[in-house]
């Protein structure tokens, strides 16, 4: 008879692990199920490939330098040699696009981990503890939340200094607050589910019902929302950038490339054109990729 419970256990801890693989190979085959069904995002999916490359590989791509002058071939229209032409001091346009992918992908994908820490982490909290604290937590966010997310930005990043660093920084902090409810809402439904009122009888403390049992339930909502906001901060950085208060002028910048061309505009209609195609396709192939995760992900989504 004291066997029993030993023996039910060790035979059901696999089959959880079993369930749980399961789990993910169905949610696997469901998103490449959606892939196929749809080709626009597949072809966003492969964009995006090519664009992450590219910003990889910018200096193999390049044979410019991004910021040397060249004035006897300046506003240059697009021709074999130069595709995109030159800007009013004779530099590449093109080469500067490649550049300037490279700093966007990687002040938007940053920005989001950064948002992802703070806001995850606080809505795990917030929705696990409950009390006083997720009362202090969520008024936070909604004081947060009801200042213009651009409009703090411009403020901390005038006041910082443009850079890099300070761009990415800036772009986080005040981008975690939806990270934060959505999570904080999930927890709050999660937490007195089945499975972690029988973790708890097990013996799991906070921390590891909240990272074994918790959050691993919220990776769909965080994962879509990245996406998304990846495509946000990109577009971000570039009003920033347009409105000179962005990563400064040691980096071609795409906002910065459009600011530096619209006074050349009518006579050189490519310098702000193309650097805005950029960020045009670029932010729509992440937002088509984003609906697409969220349909293979979303299981309210299944029969749309």
């Known amino acids: 008879m004291s066997d029993g419970p030993s023996v039910a256990t060790a035979t059901a801890r696999p089959s959880e692990f079993q369930a749980e693989s399961s789990t993910e190979i169905s949610r696997t085959r469901a998103l490449l199920a959606t892939i196929r069904r749809k080709p626009l995002g597949a072809a966003s999916a492969l964009l995006i490939g090519v664009l992450v490359l590219t910003a990889i590989f910018a200096d193999v791509l390049a044979p410019y330098d991004p910021l040397a002058a060249r004035p006897e071939i300046r506003l240059a229209p697009p021709s074999w040699e130069h595709p995109f032409g030159t800007d009013n001091l004779g530099r590449d346009v093109l080469i500067r696009v490649v550049y300037g992918t490279r700093i966007s992908l990687l002040v938007g994908v940053l920005a989001v981990v ?164 950029a960020i045009l396709l670029t932010v729509l192939a992440i937002n088509l990729v984003g609906d697409r995760l969220r349909d293979a992900l979303d299981p309210r989504m299944k029969n749309r």
């Open 114 to 277: 950064v948002s992802v820490l703070i806001g995850v982490t606080l809505g795990l909290v917030s929705g696990f503890v409950g009390g006083r604290l997720d009362t202090v937590l969520m008024t936070v966010v909604d004081i947060t939340w009801s200042f213009p997310q651009l409009l703090l930005a411009l403020a901390f990043v005038a006041a910082l200094g443009p850079s890099l660093v300070t761009v990415i920084l800036v772009l986080g902090f005040t981008g975690w607050e939806r990270y934060a409810r959505v999570v904080r809402a999930e927890v709050l439904a999660l937490r007195e589910k089945d499975f972690v009122e029988a973790a708890r009888a097990m013996g799991a403390g906070p921390t590891r019902t909240l990272l074994r049992h918790l959050l691993p339930n919220t990776f769909s909502s965080i994962i879509v929302m990245s996406t998304l906001q990846v495509a946000q901060a990109i577009l971000q950085e570039a009003a920033l950038s347009f409105l000179g208060v962005g990563t400064g002028n040691a980096y071609p910048t795409w906002g910065h490339m459009i600011s530096l061309g619209r006074d050349f505009v009518s006579v050189a209609w490519w310098l702000p054109t193309f650097p805005g195609l």
